[in-house]
């Protein structure tokens, strides 16, 4: 399996050359070059598996063997789950009749980024390892981690990375817009290769920041660095296994496998739900991929306008929500869509067309803001997503809702999965044998403050009883690190890079 650039002008990269790159050198994302098919007899030999043993199988379509023996990869993934509290580490808990929650916050920091990111922290350290141990010229490889966050990101990123060996991580987080349990999350960790930087600023300039980073030839050169964002391949691979591990989770439930699915996904990057579109392309048998935005609904307006176009307004356009991780105003995995629709609408399955196509509308939308597409793609994409946009107001009812009717507590994210699901219900375009999987991305701890003014006219509900978990008491009390960046500047974080990187004593 080899992989190549969204936009063309790299190919043939390795999964580890891919992995450790992260961002291709034309700006593109990697993909593999083609999407490998689920084996004939895969219903009835998977039927039984842990998510351990479903992610072996699924994870080694994409990588060689050559790269990652098996029994490797067997211990890697052994490794990254042993740290979840679920013993099915994605459990699926049913709502009402129809409705089911894929729970994907039981992993160290209790959002759904831990499931990719205790991985992919695994991986760097695999690789490195190898590197430094095959090396012949006395050198350290190294990797130097930079990431962008709106929330969860950076704590699962820095819970994977932490006191990894010849691994130091970044982590750029807007000033004031994250809550304030994912920063204490971030902040309270003090080992010496972590490193956090409050950004005045946006997630978007947070992310913008990060991609000039990797763009900048000489200073990615020097410090090698590495991404943990759903820019890295390795992140969405991950997250394909839990929609495998929901889909046989209800068939042994329910003790058929006549149904239909249909997942809502609460999405602002678009990885989580890219991840099952990977599923489904790969042949696991999903009725509809649901794209549940909030307000900044660049991902909901490219389906009405057949446009993608950023919001314009105060702040940059982006609104701040009461679900905080979807307050991004341009979803960068969205791109990688992209190109298997130009491929398969506009490019004559052509790959080469398909990444100038996905080059040249990444073009326009860097200067213009905006690019269109011709009616052909968005009916392709129709054919296996549809998209709502739900409000704070709408939120906010659903969390209450919820509680007051089924005694389980949403936080604010999977409130608009779940409220995006419940459209599609109400619509009727959902048969007596569907059933909708809405993902729940975060625990509702996490969002305190949404949470408890949603419910604080809610009979009975104490949420240190109900929601607080152990884990979280006295974090916000902890002694915290963190640089404060003053602007939106790559310049200045770049030097703020280096002055940690020295206090670390790494020479340059």
């Known amino acids: 399996m080899k992989y190549r650039s969204t936009r063309g002008q790299a190919k043939d990269y ?35 598996y842990s998510f351990q043993q479903l992610a072996v199988e699924i994870l080694s379509m994409f990588i060689e063997e050559s790269e990652i023996p098996r029994e490797d990869l067997k211990s890697l993934v052994e490794k990254s789950y042993s740290t979840f509290r679920a013993k099915d580490v994605t459990p699926v808990a049913k709502v009402h009749d129809g409705l089911y929650v894929l729970e994907l916050f039981h992993g160290p920091t209790f959002a759904f980024k831990d499931v990719a990111l205790q991985f992919v922290g695994n991986l760097f350290e695999y690789f490195l390892e190898r590197r430094n141990r095959n090396e012949t010229n006395g050198q350290t490889h190294r990797l130097t981690v930079v990431g962008a966050t709106s929330g969860d990101t ?36 003090l080992d010496a290769n972590v490193h956090n930087f409050s950004v005045e600023g946006t997630f978007d300039d947070c992310q913008d920041i990060v991609k000039t980073l990797f763009g900048n030839r000489e200073f990615n050169d020097r410090h090698h660095l590495g991404a943990v964002n759903s820019i890295n391949w390795a992140r969405i691979l991950a997250q394909t ?41 790969m042949g696991l048998p999903v009725n509809k991929l649901l794209i549940a935005t909030n307000e900044n609904d660049i991902l909901y307006r490219f389906f009405a306008s057949h446009a993608y176009e950023k919001q314009t307004g105060p702040e940059g356009g982006v609104k701040a929500t009461l679900s905080p991780a979807m307050d991004i105003l341009v979803s960068s995995n969205f791109e990688r869509l992209l190109w298997y629709l130009a ?49 704070d107001k709408e939120t906010t009812a659903t969390i209450r809702s919820f509680y007051d009717k089924y005694h389980y507590v949403l936080d604010p994210h999977t409130a608009v999965g779940v409220h995006a699901a419940e459209q599609l219900m109400s619509r009727g ?38 929601v607080l978990p ?4 006295g974090l916000l009390e902890k002694e915290r690190r963190v640089t404060h960046i003053e602007r939106a500047d790559p310049k ?7 002055k940690e ?4 004593g790494i020479s340059f």
């Open 470 to 473: 152990k884990e979280f008491h």
């Open 241 to 281: 296994v839990y929609y495998f591990q929901a889909y046989f989770n209800l068939v042994r439930t329910l003790k058929t496998d006549n149904i239909k699915f249909d997942f809502s996904v609460p999405t602002g990057n678009f990885g989580d739900v890219l991840a099952g579109y990977y599923a489904y392309r």
């Open 429 to 466: 375009e959902t048969k007596s044998d569907e059933i909708i999987i809405s993902l729940s991305t975060a625990h509702p701890a996490k969002f305190s403050e949404a949470v408890e003014e949603s419910l604080k006219t809610s009979a009975g509900f104490d949420f240190g009883k109900d």
């Open 501 to 504: 990187l020295r206090q670390e």
């Open 154 to 189: 950076g704590s699962a990123a820095i819970y994977g990375l932490r006191n990894k060996k010849n691994v130091s991580v970044f982590i750029l987080h807007p000033n004031g817009r994250v809550s304030p349990i994912q920063e204490a999350q971030m902040t309270t960790v």
């Open 14 to 48: 390795s999964f580890e050359e891919a992995i450790m790159t992260g961002l291709s050198p034309d700006g593109g994302l990697f993909i593999p070059q083609s999407i490998p098919q689920l084996p004939a007899n895969w219903r009835q030999e998977w039927a039984n």
């Open 343 to 391: 491929r398969e609408s506009d490019a004559e399955s052509n790959d080469d067309k398909a990444g100038q196509t996905v080059a040249g509308w990444m073009q326009e939308l860097k200067e213009k803001g905006v690019f269109r597409v011709s009616d052909e793609v968005v009916l392709k994409a129709r054919e296996i997503f549809d998209a709502a946009r739900v409000t």
């Open 492 to 498: 200045l974080v770049m030097e703020a890079i280096e």
